[in-house]
């Protein structure tokens, strides 16, 4: 860790989400940075930054893709043998998700630099 905040997105990472933010009660809740979209809590012991992931879903044909972290994604299949069944498959991509989308047995993720397809 260094003092200085990363100065692109890739040097963020989604954090999962707090059940507590501290033993001690909250003094403080506080907007900053740029465009005061950052919520801070502060409490005795020290501050917490509260932010927000906008997880990405895709539907198409027989696919479905839910983003369920900053690096992966659930894809369901539709099982033409069992109809009330999918098949299920966790992607867990070497890269913070931005975009996905997905066409006949494709996926496609992408995430602001470089984007990955894969064949499932």
């Known amino acids: 860790m260094s003092a200085e905040s ?19 009660p909250v003094t403080k809740l506080e907007w900053g940075g740029g465009n005061q ?8 012991q020290g501050v917490t930054i509260l932010n927000h ?11 479905k893709m839910m983003q369920i972290s ?3 994604v659930e894809v369901r299949l539709k099982n033409e043998a069992s109809p009330n069944t999918d098949y299920q498959i966790i ?7 931005k975009g996905i989308d997905c066409c006949k ?16």
Do not use: C, E, H
């Open 70 to 72: 900053n690096k992966a």
């Open 105 to 120: 047995s494709y996926t496609l993720f992408w995430n602001g630099k470089f984007a990955q397809i894969y064949d499932v």
């Open 91 to 97: 992607m867990t991509l070497g890269m913070n998700i």
């Open 37 to 44: 979209q950052i919520l801070s809590a502060m409490y005795l």
């Open 6 to 24: 990363p100065a692109t997105s890739d040097g963020w990472d989604a954090r999962a989400p707090l059940k507590s933010l501290a033993a001690a």
């Open 53 to 63: 992931t906008i997880l990405k879903k895709k539907m198409k044909d027989n696919f």
